[in-house]
């Protein structure tokens, strides 16, 4: 499972002593919890947020504000972060929920950005420069998130509770009718849900739970700043969801995992990753349906179907598949003067 | 005389300047099947989307159970006991079979904000779902995907869905819409049997189905109910055949 | 002086408008008609101006660069639809999200690495260069009323393209309802194709006309981008008519709230915080608009009908 891969991991790195990857992968781990709360939206209620980096940007302010206010315990400031963001969530939801598909995402779109330039405009805490984290959060006078071990382990142990929070409310009586209020609004009216209520409740759980992520983002980077919330930050959660695959959990934590280890090693490799990274998207999206859990799934499929035993086979196989590719990619050009229907 | 379950007074709803409900008056009293019947485009989808609440009415009362359910939302009428199949089969095509039904049973049995358990292991759920099942003949199909089944089934389906609300009322749209002939049967009997343990609203243009099942029938045209009355009295109606050869003849 | 001040923004963000009205048309068209979101619009815009810049500095004359680059704006965007977006059609939102969104990736970074980071910038045509006296005391730049004049004459050429034509016709009925439009006959796959690369060429042209007046550099299509995406929710996908009202309306409030908000704010405030508020609220000041819109109309001011 790869809650063990997070958790043997930094075993693995102190033999290399790379800090920065401990580094690396915490940072990850904290973008998957936030990519789970979207997943949640986005993967069960098709409610596509394009402003969740906006809680995210909460929290993390939650903690640079306090700190800078010289309350650092977190026994204040945790519940402080997580609850200012489920507030902005429950605000904003009962607005954004009225409206469907693309509207919805502008309008959590329009949500984020006010929160961007509001924290733009705090002048006491940085204004669009950010400020620099006081210090880190402590427990009761102690300091764990000095030691970057422990911080690790603690970030591993919120993600593992946030996935099984998140499995949990999707199974549970709650997550059957969030889901069935993605498949058919009107069946679940008429069964008597108020569909707008159980949407509600989804928007702000995933709203704290972004917010814990930032609490965690600004301990783990020392500083805050309105660039968290900008919406590229949102929109780069999103692609990592789909990325992974949406409507699985697991797919949510793919998902991130890929992107950032591929953006930080391709941006090793070359200054212009972009390049790379970008029409790598394209191809995964053109060829899997369901995103690289799907992508897996389907080359299971085909490993099953072509038989495959050895690297000969593999080889014949994807000249088949390529071959059939082009003849599939022929014919479709030669159909392009004819009319083709929509579903 | 006993106060009917369903009473709607004088309903007007117009669309633009077309008049779909045009005065309507009907009573239903408790255990009758009453059928709804006309020609198409008389308005009978419209009438049953407001008496769900769907839509709202321009004029008149809704009173159903004794309350005046008029200005009531379509959610927290089916909370009351107002059940409804739809015309268009309207299930949820994820879902499997049997949690289609069991969020039915969820509807009407405690709070649905509960954030942990598993849902689809509750026996509270379950049980009940594989009762409602059992009675459309759809319970060897219970893990089957909703969206996968024949187009009878997911009839069927919404029928069992229907029942697992324990309704105090029945609106049924078109249940026969678009079903074969031995399907049609089949939900005939299912729905024969049903009859008298609560009372139903039937809107359906399968003449054989109403007047096999229907205690009374209410003959609606242009949004207005021309006759109401007995199968045997609907029938025998001059005006009625002249509605329906008329239309026919179009 | 404030008379004067007000109508040079009210010019300015007129400008602004068009500009984004320019974008944000061929972005509701390939929305409402194939219902397919492109992200990839905003660096279509981008290409535009960095086109224009390259042909510009390989002729030397404004029109000609004018001509290839419009030409080469349609040509990329018909080899992406031809290579990419085709496929895309009939696939999930998301997945035309992310597709697109590699795209403006490479293209942002492709940008970098053909024509370095540092802005470009192109020079104002000589024939439309200086100033203009529109009043006693109030000079305005010549080339930013070619802007708003271009801008109008598409408007209203699109708006006779869109009511008048046959052509006009199928993209009106695409957007309300393209499973009909394909089973009344009508080759699907072309108009599709006519319609992006319209749209792609509208993108390429705001961006040409542009750059004269704006620093041309990578990653500048993004921001225009969510602006637009802003303007076509406001007016209702699929609306031309919306979209043009919303992109004015956008595009004096940003243009407006940002040079008066601060005065504004001060007849009720003292100065400071006035200093500090105004430039915030200025900045959300569409966001809030595009809120309070969807509030009311959840699908925009002017909804296409059969939606």
């Known amino acids: 499972m790869m809650f063990v891969a997070f958790a043997l991991f930094p075993i693995a790195a102190t033999f290399g002593a790379e800090a920065y990857l401990i580094d690396l992968f915490r940072r990850i781990m904290i973008f998957a919890i936030a990519a789970l709360a979207l997943d ?140 069935g209020a993605r498949e058919n609004p009107t069946r679940m009216a008429a069964l008597g849900f108020d569909v707008f209520r159980y949407q509600l409740t989804a928007y702000t759980i995933s709203g704290a739970l972004g917010g814990l992520a930032g609490f965690l983002l600004a301990n783990a980077t020392d500083f ?9 930050r949102s929109g780069e959660l999103i692609v990592m969801i789909i990325l992974g695959g949406i409507g699985n959990l ?34 995964i999206i053109l060829l899997a349906r369901g995103g690289l859990l799907g992508l897996a799934a389907q080359m299971a499929a085909w490993y099953r179907r072509e038989n495959i035993l050895s690297v000969g086979d593999f080889i014949a196989a994807v000249g088949r598949y390529l071959r059939q590719l082009a003849r599939r990619t022929i014919k479709s050009t030669l159909q392009t003067s004819r009319s083709r229907s929509r579903g | 005389m006993v106060e009917p379950v369903l009473r709607l007074e004088a309903l007007h709803k117009s669309f633009g300047g077309l008049m779909v409900t045009r005065d309507v008056t009907v009573e239903l009293a408790a255990d009758e099947l009453h059928a709804i019947i006309g020609p198409n485009g008389a308005g009978k989808t419209t009438l049953i989307n407001q008496i769900s609440g769907l839509i709202a009415p321009d004029s008149g009362r809704i009173v159903f159970g004794g309350r005046d359910v008029t200005a009531l939302p379509a959610p927290e009428r089916a909370a009351l006991g107002l059940a409804r199949s739809f015309q268009i089969t309207s299930i949820l095509p994820a879902f499997s079979v049997l949690e289609n039904v069991a969020l039915a049973v969820q509807a009407r049995s405690g709070s649905s904000f509960r954030f942990f358990g598993r849902a689809s292991s509750e026996e509270a759920l379950n049980k009940p779902a594989m009762a409602a099942l059992d009675e459309v003949g759809l319970a060897d199909r219970a893990d089957v995907i909703a969206g996968r089944l024949a187009h009878g089934e997911k009839r069927a389906l919404e029928l069992a869905i229907a029942l697992a609300m324990e309704p105090k009322l029945l609106l049924l749209d078109e249940p026969m819409a678009g079903a074969g002939r031995e399907e049609s049967q089949r939900l005939i009997t299912v729905l024969s049997r049903l009859k008298g343990r609560f009372p139903m609203l039937l809107v359906e243009h399968d003449m054989t189905a109403v007047f096999a099942l229907a205690d009374r029938i209410s003959v609606l045209i242009y949004g207005q109910i021309l006759t109401s009355g007995t199968p045997e009295e609907v029938r025998a109606d001059p005006r009625v055949i002249a509605a329906y050869l008329g239309d026919e003849m179009e | 002086m404030f008379t004067y001040l007000f109508i040079v923004q009210t010019l300015n963000g007129l400008q602004f408008g068009v500009l984004l009205f320019l974008i944000a048309a061929g972005l509701t068209l390939v929305f409402g008609v194939m219902n397919f979101i492109n992200l990839a619009h905003g660096v279509q815009y981008m290409l535009g101006a960095y086109l224009a810049v390259m042909f510009y500095a390989m002729t030397g004359s404004m029109l000609l660069a004018l001509v290839f680059a419009l030409l080469a704006s349609l040509a990329v965007g018909l080899f992406l639809e031809f290579v990419i977006f085709r496929h895309l059609y009939d696939r999930d939102h998301l997945d035309q999200v992310i597709a697109t969104f590699g795209i403006i990736l490479f293209l942002d970074q492709a940008v970098k690495y053909v024509w370095g980071a540092a802005p470009l910038s192109l020079p104002i045509p000589d024939m439309f260069s200086g100033s203009v006296v529109l009043m006693p005391g109030l000079i305005y730049p010549i080339w930013r009323l070619v ?161």
Request: aromatic share 12%.
């Open chain 3, 147 to 307: 802007i708003i004049g271009s801008g109008i004459a598409v408007a209203l050429l699109l708006y006779v393209l869109v009511s008048r034509t046959r052509f006009g016709m199928l993209v009106r009925a695409g957007a309300n309802n393209a499973p009909m439009v394909s089973a009344l006959g009508v080759n699907i796959r072309r108009l599709f194709m006519i319609v992006f690369g319209f749209g792609t060429m509208l993108a390429g042209f705001a961006g040409i006309m542009i750059a004269p007046i704006l620093s041309v550099q990578p990653g500048m299509g993004d921001t225009i981008l969510i602006l637009a995406f802003v303007v076509i929710v406001i007016g209702g996908i699929g609306s031309i008519r919306g979209t043009f009202i919303a992109a004015l309306l956008i595009g004096l409030a940003d243009t407006l709230g940002r040079s008066f908000a601060v005065d504004f704010l001060r007849l009720f405030m003292a100065p400071s915080p006035a200093q500090v508020v105004g430039p915030a609220i200025a900045s959300m000041l569409i966001y809030l608009m595009m809120a309070l819109v969807l509030y009311f109309r959840p699908t925009g001011l002017f909804p296409p009908k059969g939606r």
């Open chain 1, 224 to 232: 805050v700043s309105p660039a968290y919330m900008s919406w590229h």
């Open chain 1, 40 to 179: 949640l939206l986005v993967g069960y209620g098709a409610l596509v947020s394009f402003g969740h980096a906006a809680f995210i940007g909460i929290g993390a302010y939650a903690v640079g504000i306090l700190a800078a206010s010289n309350v650092s315990d977190m026994i204040i400031s945790l519940p402080l972060a997580i609850g200012a963001a489920a507030l902005f969530a429950y605000l904003t939801g009962t607005i954004c929920l009225r409206t469907r598909g693309v509207y919805f995402i502008m309008i959590t779109l329009a949500f984020g950005q006010m929160a961007y330039f509001f924290a733009g405009s705090l002048a006491p805490y940085g204004g669009d420069d950010g400020l620099t984290l006081a210090m880190r959060s402590t427990l009761l006078g102690f300091a764990p998130f000095k030691h970057d071990l422990l911080f690790y382990y603690i970030v591993l142990g919120c993600l593992v509770g946030c996935y099984w929070l998140c499995r949990a409310l999707v199974i549970s009586r709650f997550g059957r009718v969030f889901r």
């Open chain 1, 250 to 283: 697991n797919g949510a934590i793919v998902g991130t995992v890929a992107f950032l280890l591929l953006g930080e090693w391709l941006s090793d490799l070359t200054e212009n990753w972009e390049m790379i990274f970008g029409p790598l998207l394209v191809v």
